[in-house]
């Protein structure tokens, strides 16, 4: 097993590097968006990786702290995601923001991941729940309480009595404007009611 690589970056593609180990050059697929920074031609690299054999195939894949490695390893468990799919989800998405999605059953983030339909992606975050609490990823709390944050928030936004103000009651109001801020925690008055308003027509 290779456990881990170092050596020089030389050759960068969309998804690899190609690493100069003693002469040796590896191809190394890596979360380039995340490590942006991180590597550079002609510049020494390490990297934590796994080695996939698949028939005739050898595929290497690395990455730049173990917590990412190990969510790697993880996906990678889940039947149905290969290598790259699993690859992508870890390019795509912080160590963070993978443990919030599993903890709260959001299946939205693994379906933006190009190749991830929805029945993998609610595979992913029933197969990942229990995983990603052992694991104690770092951030992961904070946002894992997308709805309760935004229920302290409807409770005294402005868009509830404006919904009220409209005829509907003040429990759906709050329901319709907590759903959309969950969805959207950044937007202004005016877009949250109008979101709110589309929700509630929609019903």
Known sequence: MIASVRGEVILIEE???VVDVNGLGMQIFAPLNRME?????????????????REELWTLFGFADTEELSLFKQILN????????????VNRLAPA?????????DTKPF???????????????L????????????????????????????GDNDAVAALCQLGYSATEAKKAVVA????DPLLDSDALLRKALLRLSKF
């Open 97 to 105: 923001e993978i443990a919030a999605a599993a903890l709260n059953g």
């Open 180 to 183: 959309v801020l969950t969805e």
């Open 37 to 53: 920074g991180l590597y550079r031609l002609h510049e020494e690299i390490f990297l934590y990786t796994q080695l996939i054999v």
């Open 111 to 125: 379906e933006s991941v190009s190749g991830v339909g929805k029945k993998t992606a609610q595979r992913i975050v």
């Open 127 to 154: 197969e990942l729940k229990d995983k990603v609490e052992k694991m104690g990823i770092a951030g992961m709390a904070e946002l894992s309480r997308p709805a309760a944050d935004s229920q302290s928030k409807a």
């Open 15 to 17: 998804d690899y590097l």
């Open 78 to 89: 889940i039947s149905g995601i290969g290598g790259k799919s699993a690859l992508g989800i």
